[in-house]
């Protein structure tokens, strides 16, 4: 059975540090599709500069043309706190037991497994696949705070992509994907100060911020 990607984040805005790892994912291990979930109330940092319904619209123009990827809604329309574990847990239900899933995350926020609600649960609902993203290693092991995603990972690892879809959870693959060092934050940093945030991003997202007069000073 193909499996089928989760893809969390506060998209705040979506970029293409978000969009070419997710498509080399699908790719490279034949995902059935990827599903974009942003979170409404991220429950690991401060407030989102945008609002849920322009980042979801975001999310909306960014991955109309992409097949295989949609926007799952669920988190926008659940009160309270985004919890990953919460979000399996109804994917979990709704796609059956079964069912391989991904849950795609990127290397800093691997790290940080270990303060996320309920984090032991979650490898009992999914796999994680950890892409690289640049300035943040997995090995040497050095990152204070991290050693419940390392020990995870030291554990669980996989060894070949197939093993991915013989199991419905449990695992652990890291994903060697383009490097792009994009950032939500340095988007909004540039966009405050003024500067161009062309290419960093797709075109009708830009195009968005600037008429809704998003990120502003
Ligand atoms: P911010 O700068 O506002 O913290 P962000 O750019 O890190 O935002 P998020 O929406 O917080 O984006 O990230 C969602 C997911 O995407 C996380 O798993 C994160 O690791 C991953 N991710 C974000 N940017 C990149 C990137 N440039 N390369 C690889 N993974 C990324």
Not at 129 to 134: D, F, I, L, M, N
Not at 172 to 200: C, H, K, M, P, Y
Request: with cysteine.
């Amino acid at each position: 059975m193909r499996p089928v990607g989760i893809f969390g984040g506060t998209f705040d805005p979506v970029h293409f540090g978000h969009l070419r790892p997710a498509l080399e994912v699908t790719e490279n291990l034949g995902l059935e599709e990827l599903r974009l979930i942003p979170g409404r109330v991220p429950p690991h940092r401060a407030a989102p500069g945008a609002a849920p319904e322009a980042r979801l619209q975001m999310l909306r123009l960014a991955v109309a043309q992409q097949p295989g990827f949609l926007i799952d809604e669920r988190e926008m329309q659940r009160e309270g706190p985004s919890f990953s574990v919460d979000t399996l847990r109804s994917l979990r239900s709704e796609l059956g037991a079964d069912r391989p899933l991904c849950l795609i995350v990127g290397a800093d926020a691997f790290l940080g497994l270990g303060s996320w609600h309920c984090w032991e649960e979650i490898p009992r609902l999914a796999h994680i696949v950890v892409t690289h993203r640049p300035g943040w290693e997995l090995e040497p092991h050095t990152v204070a705070g991290a050693e419940d995603a390392i020990a995870l990972l030291d554990r669980a690892r996989l060894g070949s992509r197939e093993q991915l879809a013989s199991a419905p959870a449990g695992g652990v693959w890291l994903e060697a994907v383009t490097q792009l060092e994009i950032s939500a934050t340095d988007i909004r940093r540039r966009q405050r100060t003024g500067r161009n945030i062309r290419f960093l991003l797709p075109d009708a997202v830009r195009r968005y911020i600037d008429d809704n007069g998003l990120y502003g000073p």
